[in-house]
């Protein structure tokens, strides 16, 4: 069994920042990419950002220059930094982990998600 646990939402002013964090723990061989979506209500989930186990990141063009993903794979951890956060930031940011388990079979694994509301 996996666990995949966000943590570092909140509530923050405009121009602000927060920095989300998701930890992966259980029957894990090894985790392949972790990534970040947010959603809003009524909305379909948004890939914000995605880091592979090498280190490539991508980034969805609304965020780029204000949000940075990093992981630390010792660790089965990944971060999202967001700086000057926005309004239109306000959403439940979800992380995603694409796990390789001892079976050596891939599965993705999503937390429960985190809120993030940006005031003006």
């Known amino acids: 069994q996996v666990h995949v646990v966000e943590s570092g939402g909140g509530k923050v002013q405009a121009g602000g920042s927060l920095r989300l964090s998701c930890a992966a723990s259980?029957?894990?061989?090894?985790?392949?990419?972790m990534a970040w979506y947010r959603q809003g209500p009524g909305m379909q989930r948004e890939l914000v950002a995605r880091?592979?186990?090498?280190?490539?990141?991508n980034y969805v063009d609304s965020v780029k220059g204000r949000f940075t993903i990093s992981r630390d794979n010792a660790e089965n951890t990944v971060y999202l930094q967001m700086n000057s956060l926005k309004p239109e930031d306000t959403d439940v940011y979800y992380c995603?982990?694409?796990?390789?388990?001892?079976?050596?079979?891939?599965?993705?694994?999503w937390g429960r998600g985190t809120q993030v509301t940006v005031s003006s």
């Open positions: 995603n982990a694409e796990i390789q388990a001892m079976d050596r079979l891939t599965y993705s694994y």
């Open positions: 259980g029957n894990i061989f090894s985790i392949n990419v």
């Open positions: 880091i592979t186990n090498g280190g490539t990141t």
